[in-house]
């Protein structure tokens, strides 16, 4: 079968125009937003591969909240011309299969990044097709699960730091920071020598100070009062992680920065801020063909200068069973589907 040839600016093939040679593979995925439910395998065409992309197997993919709102339906509306199934999923770790691209060849052990539902259907498949830029070598150090929890999460967490403009010497104020997004902002600022004021629950201060936070503070109502409490004049900046939007903006100085981890569209807008703080909201989106970032997030993690975090690793199958937990809440660290179980 063969469809129209339309590349993305990131070198993404739409799901809709795919060339394939005829097999087929199985993906996740839904037909309609709904709950975690509606997620279920599909016997869909495997893609070809064009000049400069990788086709990558998928041995585990990790689930984020990004992957949740894109199943609740929240940017239906952008994808309502793309023939279904919707694939979730924006990083996964596997095995090159196929190269057009010199930099890798079959049996490199990968991390790859993708933008889920709109461009090359999502991680949550069996194999996947991605510009080579979106992709990077596996850190031998790391298992598949370990690694799957890297790209999406990094990219955001030095996206947010290049928005909060921080570096040594500056001051800055993170919520949500025992999650997987929130510590790997905590880790990477501290390497940067900044100044960290993070909230932890009781249960992880430990954790979050061993991220590299310099003062912890009580997770839950109060933060910006908790924050001034530790930094009177306020932090230069904070990355809202947790998504307090408004509770989060009296930690900022006057004519500081407020950098939140969602976009209003997808539930992460805030009132204007007074005080000449400016809002920011950094889009992942725009990194996935970064390859510089990514490999400088996998040198990272090979060394553990930043925190592989796994919470569970369940079959391809539990997809619906993994949103479940990821949506209600508690986890520390990314859960990871496993294709290959």
Same mark, same amino acid.
Request: proline share 0%; charged share 10%; hydrophobic share 70%.
């Given at each position: 079968m063969a469809g129209e040839e339309h590349v993305t600016a990131c070198g993404c093939v739409e799901w809709n125009d795919r060339l394939t040679k005829g097999e087929r593979m199985r993906v996740i995925g839904f037909e309609h937003p709904g709950g975690p439910e509606v997620l279920r395998w599909f016997d869909v065409p495997e893609p070809a591969v064009r000049p400069g992309q990788v086709k990558v197997r998928v !041995? /585990? /993919? &990790?689930?984020?909240p990004s992957d949740v709102v894109a199943r609740a339906g929240v940017f239906h509306e952008r994808y309502s011309s793309i023939a279904p199934p919707f694939v979730p999923g924006w990083d996964a770790a596997g095995v090159v299969v196929e190269s057009a691209h010199p930099a890798w060849r079959t049996g490199d052990d990968v991390v790859a990044v993708t933008l889920p539902v709109f461009d090359g259907g999502g991680a949550y498949a069996e194999r996947i097709v991605v510009n080579a830029a979106s992709v990077a070598a596996k850190p031998a150090e790391l298992s598949f699960e370990e690694a799957a929890t890297f790209p999406m999460n990094g990219l955001t967490a030095l996206l947010a730091l290049d928005d909060a403009d921080v570096d040594a010497g500056s001051t800055l104020a993170v919520s949500g920071a025992a999650g997987a997004v =929130? =510590?790997?902002v905590v880790e990477l600022a501290a390497r940067r020598g900044v100044t960290v004021i993070a909230d932890a629950a009781d249960t992880d201060v430990s954790l979050v100070r061993g991220f590299g936070a310099d003062r912890t503070i009580p997770r839950g109502p109060g933060f910006g009062a &908790? !924050?001034? &409490? !530790?930094?009177p004049k306020g932090v230069d900046a904070v990355v809202d992680a947790a998504l307090l939007r408004d509770e989060a903006v009296p930690a900022v100085r006057d004519g500081g920065i407020h950098v939140s981890l969602r976009t209003p569209e997808a539930g992460g807008g805030m009132s204007a801020p007074d005080r000449r703080i400016t809002v920011r909201y950094p889009v992942v989106a725009a990194a996935v063909a970064d390859g510089q970032r990514l490999r400088a997030l996998m040198e990272l993690a090979a060394t553990g200068a930043i925190s592989a975090r !796994? &919470?569970?690793v369940l079959p391809a199958g539990s997809a619906s069973e993994a949103h479940r937990r990821l949506e209600s809440g508690g986890l520390r660290g990314r859960l990871v589907l496993r294709f290959d179980q």
């Open positions: !041995v /585990a /993919a &990790a689930v984020n =929130g =510590g790997l &908790a !924050v001034r &409490a !530790v930094i !796994v &919470a569970d």
